[in-house]
C-alpha cells in the first residue's frame, strides 16, 4: 500500500514562517501532480497550490509570494515553504497526490487523488 505523511505543522507567529513536508512511501510507479489544499474551520477544502511532474508551479492569489511549493522526486516528497503567515492561514492542510502504486497483489493502482491525513497549522498574533 502507499502512505502520504504531512509534517511540520504546529503553531506560528504571524509574520513567521512555517515549513510543511509530505512524502509518499510504498512503492510508486508514477507520483504525477502533487498538491495542498487547506480547510479552515467552517469553510470548504481548498485548492491553493500545485506543482506537476516536471515542478511548474501555480498558487492562488492569496498565498501568491508567500508559499512556495517544491518536490523531491528523488525523496518523492513535496514540501511548502510557508512565509509572512497570517492568522487567516489557520486551517488544516492537507496533501494530495495523482499517482499510481502498487497494491498488496503487486497490481499497479491508479488514483487521480490520493490524499494525506492532514497537519493542523495555527497563526496567532
Known amino acids: 500500500q502507499v502512505q502520504l505523511v504531512e509534517s511540520g505543522g504546529g503553531l506560528g507567529q504571524a509574520g513567521g514562517s512555517l515549513r510543511l513536508s509530505c512524502a509518499a512511501s510504498g512503492i510508486i510507479y508514477n507520483l504525477n501532480t502533487m498538491a495542498w489544499y487547506r480547510q479552515a474551520p467552517g469553510e470548504q477544502r481548498k485548492l491553493f497550490a500545485q506543482?506537476?511532474?516536471?515542478?511548474?508551479?501555480d498558487y492562488v492569489d492569496s498565498v501568491k509570494g508567500r508559499f512556495t511549493i517544491s518536490r523531491d522526486n528523488a525523496k518523492k516528497t513535496v514540501y511548502l515553504k510557508m512565509d509572512s503567515l497570517k492568522p487567516e492561514d489557520t486551517a488544516v492542510y492537507l496533501c494530495?497526490?495523482?499517482?499510481?502504486?502498487?497494491?498488496?497483489?503487486?497490481?499497479?493502482?491508479?488514483?487521480?487523488?490520493?490524499w494525506g491525513q492532514g497537519t493542523q497549522v495555527t497563526v496567532f498574533s
Open positions: 506543482i506537476t511532474n516536471g515542478g511548474n508551479a
Open positions: 494530495v497526490a495523482d499517482l499510481t502504486y502498487q497494491d498488496f497483489t503487486g497490481t499497479p493502482v491508479a488514483v487521480k487523488e490520493y
